[in-house]
């Protein structure tokens, strides 16, 4: 059967559960929509790190590039 476990018998290795590729899309969307807040807080906190991230370093790289100037 495919997707399910066999069941361990005396001797007889178990086939693990794999994760088909064209599976993980459908899985990845159902987690996020099982789990909305914490999805939306992830997505914010993204956004405002890449922010932060930006606003720091444009005046820094603006002030060097001033600096070398002279």
């Given at each position: 059967m495919?997707?399910?476990?066999?069941?361990?018998?005396?001797?007889?290795?178990?086939?693990?559960?794999?994760?088909?590729?064209?599976?993980?899309?459908?899985?990845?969307?159902?987690?996020?929509?099982?789990?909305?807040?914490?999805?939306?807080l992830?997505?914010?906190?993204?956004v405002?790190?890449?922010?932060a991230?930006?606003?720091v370093?444009g005046?820094?790289?603006k002030?060097?590039?001033?600096?070398?100037?002279f």
């Amino acid at each position: 059967m495919i997707g399910r476990r066999k069941r361990a018998t005396d001797g007889e290795p178990v086939c693990p559960f794999r994760l088909l590729i064209r599976d993980m899309p459908v899985e990845a969307l159902a987690a996020m929509m099982q789990r909305s807040g914490r999805s939306v807080l992830t997505m914010l906190g993204t956004v405002l790190g890449v922010g932060a991230f930006v606003s720091v370093l444009g005046p820094t790289l603006k002030n060097q590039d001033a600096s070398l100037s002279f």
